[in-house]
């Protein structure tokens, strides 16, 4: 089973990549790092390819 993405905050470089890909306005930023709700979040995946520094991941549980 997945869960929902997740943000390592040390890896977020803010570029809003993740924000734009994300068909479920499931994230947003907050002191320029991406904030998952989990509760839009329906895995699909887009944010963890569009991201440039691997920060976000959906994983594998
Ligand atoms: S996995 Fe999909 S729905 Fe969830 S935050 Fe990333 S882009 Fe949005
Ligand atoms: S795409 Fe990655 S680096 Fe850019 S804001 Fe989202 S999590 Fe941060």
Known sequence: MT???KVDRDLCVGCESCVDVCTQEAIAMEDQIAVVDNSKCEECKLCQEA??????AVEEK
Not at 51 to 56: E, L, M, T, V, Y
């Open 3 to 5: 869960v929902p993405a």
């Open 51 to 56: 991201c440039p520094s691997g920060a976000i």
